[in-house]
């Protein structure tokens, strides 16, 4: 079955330590993106590619950081920058639909990032 | 810019009522509008999506309409059963962009 597989589904940092959330897509969409989502917000995103090796910062990228060196895979960094990083992070992809030229998203089952 | 607002935050209905979401947009040269449904602790499953030039799109119970002229679209879902409990949250991209700017969620309950 073709979808986005994020991992890990929990995670635990201490302060000061990076840690790097995986995507991987089967669904060879060329747009992929990363979203964070607190409680009781909406989702905001964090950094988006459209293309391999080409990617760009979303609305909250401080702190955070992604590489785009393969069509399946955007992988997110969150660095010992970002102040507040305990969330749910979500992952997603988007292929044109037929005829409407629309992009709609597929989303990842997320990745829970917590901070000690 | 874009902005997305979804009122009311919560809803509770009882089984097997009609009820309908509420999303408002700013913005009214919009390019399209999609609603998904968040199960606690999962990803987002897209429901709809309605373009610009639709004025509604149906799926089994589920039915979105869209107001441009009013900055609103609906989703409708009929005979509600408690497996649509979820967060319905609906989307609209920044300008022409790939950029979906998101409403924080209506959280609906069905009591059975």
């Known amino acids: 079955d073709g979808g986005i597989t994020q991992s890990p589904k929990y995670l635990f940092r201490k302060e000061g330590q990076n840690v790097t959330l995986s995507c991987e897509q089967n669904?060879?969409?060329?747009?992929m993106y990363w979203y964070r989502q607190d409680p009781g917000q909406g989702l905001r995103l964090i950094y988006y590619s459209q293309i391999v090796n080409d990617f760009q910062k979303g609305d909250i990228a401080e702190g955070y950081s992604v590489s785009r060196e393969k069509k399946e895979s955007f992988p997110l960094t969150v660095t010992s920058a970002q102040k507040n990083p305990t969330a749910f992070y979500l992952c997603?992809?988007?292929?044109?639909?037929?005829?409407?030229?629309?992009?709609?998203?597929?989303f990842g089952a997320g990745s829970r990032l917590t901070v000690l | 810019k874009q902005e997305v607002t979804q009122i009311p935050a919560a809803l509770s209905v009882p089984e097997g009522e009609n009820l309908v979401l509420n999303c408002s947009f700013t913005?009214?040269?919009?390019?399209?509008l999609q609603w998904f449904r968040q199960d606690p602790g999962k990803g987002l499953t897209s429901l709809l999506l309605?373009?610009?030039?639709?004025r509604e799109q149906t799926s089994g119970r589920l039915n979105a309409s869209l107001d441009k002229s009013s900055g609103r679209s609906t989703l409708y879902i009929a005979a509600s059963q408690p497996g649509d409990s979820a967060t319905y949250l609906c989307?609209?991209?920044?300008?022409?962009?790939?950029?979906?700017?998101f409403g924080k969620g209506t959280k609906l309950t069905v009591n059975p």
């Open positions: 997603a992809s988007s292929g044109q639909v037929r005829a409407s030229g629309a992009n709609v998203l597929t």
């Open positions: 989307a609209s991209p920044q300008g022409g962009s790939e950029k979906l700017v």
């Open positions: 913005d009214s040269a919009i390019y399209n």
């Open positions: 669904l060879n969409h060329d747009a």
């Open positions: 309605i373009q610009s030039s639709q």
